[in-house]
């Protein structure tokens, strides 16, 4: 385990040994007589050991030092036999372990590579939490439109609050990332945010499933098992298709909802929790209240701060900059040699109604860099899947030719392209497009393109 360790000790002999040991085991080491010179060493170190007795500032004195400085090191403190209670006073001051005198090396090596474990664990979730934060930041979201502006001035008022949401909106408008960006821009963040997908969850394990269940409350129950909500516990519960879930756990929810109490299955024994819920839906609620598939007093308690968030077709203004942003990271993850998108290109993105919101958005934009061979999107890049249940065309009103585009520019692109696929040989590029030499020699003069910048544009393109 890889790890740069600062130890701090006055007596020379002992520090050596300990330096060499720790280095054969494969540690970088730094060494140090007092706590004045550890100090600086401290800020590039991911563990320090020190001894507790030291000249001018002490052991526990360099602990708070460190502390107060924001240094991250854990510490390992050395004491005495006999002074095991000063250890444990530095244990509180935020010590990870320490080690008693005399010690053996191996027990060294076994406490130093299980306090740089959990130090690297902790690190990890400190960096994802950090993710966490910069994902679900506003600015990250993207949505130029008003009604997202308005969105997202609700989500900021109600984030700092337990107040249960109800998110409404077709499948794919980003439910699930409002639901995110509230949790994590609550005091809950550092908490669980448990998903819940109520359509996937089939209805005789649903109960058990989101409340838990004992040993031997049915067949193959061999050992207790916490449910959603209790995973949940001090966090964010997010109910998604809440309109799914059947009246018998219509009942379970409405008492999590009012009293934060339930029992697992199989027991008797109340049980509390302390979660924030936000539900999510795309089904009309009130249609179901009406008919009798939801229940009203469940509904009322859902549906305290309600967001709407309208589909993709209603705010086009978005789909420009929700392109651009996924052409942006999803190239980079993809390798793709596109970076960005014509304007025409762009026209016909926004004339798109997508019915699969901003998830049919991003699927088409991955699909396009991946099949993509020139840095910009053109048109014919741009491959939107027609929806299965969509009327089918007839000759008559089937375009002709992809929308925005114009035939000269459509063929000036497959000129380019059988240029680029025939490594610039006029010859071959001419029995790809089913010309003779001289009649694609003619088209190239057309476009303004001369015998050298025909092979340029081949290789460009």
């Known amino acids: ?24 085991a494969g540690f970088e080491v730094d060494g ?42 854990a510490v390992i403190v050395m004491t005495a036999h006999g002074s095991v209670e000063t250890a444990v006073e530095a244990m509180k001051l935020g010590a990870a372990d320490f080690l008693q005198k005399p010690f053996s090396l191996d027990h060294l090596t076994t406490i130093v590579e299980k306090v740089l474990a959990i130090q690297s664990l902790r690190n990890e979730n400190q960096r994802m939490r950090q993710e966490l934060d910069q994902r679900y930041q506003f600015d990250n979201i993207i949505g130029r439109s008003s009604a997202m502006r308005e969105i ?49 969850l089939p209805e005789n ?40 879930v059947p009246g018998n756990i219509q009942v379970k929810l409405l008492r999590i909802l009012q009293e934060r109490q339930f029992e697992r299955l199989g027991s008797n024994l109340t049980r509390s929790v302390d979660v924030r819920v936000i539900a999510a839906t795309n089904a009309d609620l009130r249609a179901a209240l009406e008919e009798g598939r939801f229940r009203e007093d469940l509904y009322y308690r859902l549906n305290v701060v309600p967001i709407n968030i309208p589909p993709l077709r209603e705010r086009r203004e978005d789909i420009p900059f929700l392109a651009m942003h996924f052409v942006r990271s999803l190239s980079r993850e993809l390798g ?56 089918a065309m007839s000759l008559q009103e089937m375009p002709l030719l992809p929308e925005g585009e114009t035939l000269e520019h459509w063929e000036q692109m497959m000129i380019r392209e059988a240029l680029r696929r025939a490594n610039g040989n006029k010859s071959q590029a001419a029995r790809m497009l089913g010309l003779t030499r001289n009649a694609l020699r003619y088209r190239l003069s057309q476009m303004g393109l001369d015998n050298g910048a025909a092979d340029d544009a081949a290789s460009t393109a």
């Open 152 to 200: 997202f001035h609700t989500v900021e008022r109600v984030a700092p609050t337990r107040t249960t949401v109800l998110l409404a909106g077709e499948s794919g408008v980003g439910k699930d990332l409002i639901a995110r960006a509230i949790h994590q821009h609550s005091p809950r963040k550092n908490h669980a945010f448990v998903k819940i997908n109520c359509t996937a």
């Open 32 to 73: 140090t007589a007092t706590a004045e010179q550890a100090l600086p060493l401290a800020t590039v170190a991911d563990l320090v050991i020190t001894d507790l007795r030291l000249p001018g500032m002490d052991g526990l004195q360099l602990i708070q030092q460190l502390q107060t400085r924001g240094i991250p090191a």
């Open 1 to 24: 385990m890889a790890g740069r360790i600062l130890v701090v000790e006055d007596e020379d002999k002992l520090r050596r040994v300990i330096q060499l040991h720790l280095e054969s």
């Open 205 to 244: 394990l649903m109960e058990s499933e989101l409340f838990g269940y004992e040993k031997g409350a049915f067949t193959g129950a061999t050992a207790s098992k916490p449910g959603k909500f209790e995973q949940a516990d001090g966090g964010t519960a997010f109910l998604d298709e809440i309109g799914d």
């Open 336 to 391: 793709s040699v596109a970076k960005e998108i014509s304007a025409a290109s762009m026209d016909r993105l926004v004339a798109h109604t997508w019915p699969g919101n901003v998830r049919e958005l991003e699927n088409t934009i991955e699909r396009s860099l991946v099949l993509a061979s020139n840095e910009t999107l053109q048109p014919a890049d741009i491959r939107i899947e027609l929806p299965r249940n969509a009327p």
